[in-house]
């Protein structure tokens, strides 16, 4: 069975920009939440979205934002980019079950 | 903000040697998961326990859980270089829905 995969793997934005990151959960998830995870720290709550709703939120700016999709699919979208959002964000996905399924994560750069 | 605290924040053994990481957490929790990560990739998911439960097993992996110190230690015995990585402990917290909140996390290193 496929595990959570995110595109892309990689991507480097310039300041002020914006980006779309991509997560598509295990097949039958129905839950998927986001994490950013900067150097040397552990992986942050950004969002989390359950039927196509957001069931939840972190301490984040409205600079992000997300959606999902009803094939269960999600958008993370980072607007007006700053350096500080140079990280790995993480996306994993849940049946709601108390486990999460991470993927290999986007590695965002912003220069 | 993180919840909890990994300790240490590095440790070096060699192959053969047990391995112990503790963490320490601030609210009363769900459950309390390992995750570990190889070189900044994606998070492998380790074991989990449940707050009524005090210590669980799985292979090599031992966890105990004490909520009334609010804190959990990871056992990996018998390590190998390939157990090199970080390690997270992450508390699902009761805000009505399945949020994880990661510590800092430790890193491992075995050595051959």
């Known amino acids: 069975d496929a595990g959570v995969t995110q595109s892309p793997t990689h991507l480097i934005k310039t300041r002020g920009q914006q980006v779309t990151l991509r997560c598509s959960p295990i097949?039958?998830?129905?839950?998927v939440s986001w994490y950013q995870q900067v150097l040397g720290q552990g992986p942050q709550f950004i969002f989390q979205?359950?039927?196509?709703?957001?069931?939840g939120r972190g301490n984040f700016p409205d600079r992000f934002s997300a959606r999902q999709f009803p094939n269960y699919s999600s958008e993370l979208n980072v607007n007006a980019l700053l350096l500080g959002d140079s990280a790995l964000y993480l996306c994993?996905?849940?049946?709601?079950?108390?486990?999460?399924?991470f993927g290999p994560g986007t590695r965002l750069t912003v220069t | 903000s993180q919840q909890g605290e990994e300790d240490p924040q590095a440790l070096s053994i060699q192959e053969g040697e047990n391995a112990t990481m503790n963490c320490s957490y601030k609210t009363s929790i769900n459950n309390l998961q390992w995750y570990r990560q190889n070189s900044g990739r994606g998070l492998v998911h380790l074991i989990l326990i449940r707050s009524n439960e005090r210590e669980k097993h799985s292979g090599r992996l031992r966890v105990t859980l004490d909520t009334s110190k609010k804190s959990s230690s990871l056992l990996i015995t018998a390590s190998r270089a390939a157990d090199t990585a970080s390690y997270f402990c992450?508390?699902?917290?009761?805000?009505?829905?399945?949020?994880?909140?990661f510590g800092t996390g430790t890193r491992l290193l075995v050595s051959p």
């Open positions: 979205y359950y039927e196509k709703e957001e069931r």
């Open positions: 097949s039958g998830h129905k839950s």
């Open positions: 994993a996905s849940s049946p709601w079950g108390d486990e999460q399924y």
């Open positions: 992450a508390t699902a917290v009761n805000t009505g829905f399945q949020k994880l909140v």
